[in-house]
């Protein structure tokens, strides 16, 4: 799945300049467009937020049985510990399915995407990602699917979550046409707030950083026209 033709040596060397690094057409073109397609026909994503200091994942069942003032009272909460730069709001299909194989009343499409689950996890990535950046303790990945649509964002923070042994962070964007004035920017930070720079969602592009760096995306305007897609998650190392 991974195209054969990156220069481990010269990106390692990039990356070791502020460990981040953007790889440009990570994977075999037909397979990115494959995983782009599956996402969006097929992946039931859930609705995950932050309500009350508390995580929360809704289906798409569960918010459609929500009474309007239901989600009025839920939608004021969540804006307002925006407004204070506390939570996010995001479509995703979480790690946590990675072990529970598709039965054949799901799609191909979807058969597929845990496919892409567990190749993300496997020696062919895991060995590159430690030869890039010389993080030779990963032993694994924690991929998700997110979908950013209008009103989405994910507010500043640094992805430190202590006994999770993160090491890594990673987005690989499998959105196509995306314009920057939508938002949805990959935004990194210096310590005091001070914006640094953004990076822009684009397809088969795989985005890595160091879980110490602080970063966001930025609020998706209404006017977005496509889904932000992408697989994030983080390589781990665990005993």
């Known amino acids: 799945m991974i195209n054969p033709d990156h220069d481990s040596a010269r990106l390692a060397k990039l990356f070791e300049v ?19 397609n599956a996402c969006l026909d097929s992946v039931p994503f859930s609705i995950q937020y932050v309500l009350d200091g508390k995580y929360q ?8 049985k929500m009474d309007a ?3 009025q009272v839920i939608n004021r909460k ?21 072990s529970e194989d598709p039965d054949k009343t799901h799609s191909e499409g ?26 030779s303790d990963i032993t694994g990945a924690e991929p998700q699917y997110t979908r950013f649509t209008p009103g989405h964002f994910l507010t500043r923070h640094r992805d430190v979550v202590k006994g999770r042994g993160r090491r890594l ?23 005091n707030g001070m914006p ?36 994030t998650g983080w390589f781990v190392a665990k005993a």
């Not at 994942?57 to 459609?64: C, E, F, N, P």
């Not at 962070?169 to 938002?183: I, S």
């Open 57 to 64: 994942s809704k289906s798409q069942q569960d918010m459609t």
């Open 110 to 135: 979807l058969r597929f995407l845990h496919d892409v689950f567990r190749y993300i996890g496997s020696e062919d990535v895991l060995g590159l990602i430690r030869e890039i950046t010389g993080k």
């Open 196 to 231: 640094r720079d953004a990076w822009m969602p684009r397809f088969n592009v795989l985005s890595i950083f160091d879980v110490s760096h602080i970063h966001a995306v930025t609020y998706v305007a209404p006017f977005a026209r496509t889904p932000r897609l992408s697989l």
């Open 169 to 191: 962070a990673f987005v690989l964007g499998l959105t196509k046409g995306w314009h920057p004035d939508w938002g949805g920017l990959l935004q990194f930070y210096e310590e």
């Open 78 to 98: 969540i804006l307002t510990d925006a407004s204070q730069g506390i939570g996010f709001l995001y479509g995703a299909y979480l790690n946590s399915r990675v």
């Open 18 to 36: 502020d460990k981040r690094l953007v790889i440009e057409n990570f994977l075999q073109g037909d397979v990115a467009d494959r995983i782009h």
């Open 69 to 71: 003032q239901e989600k």
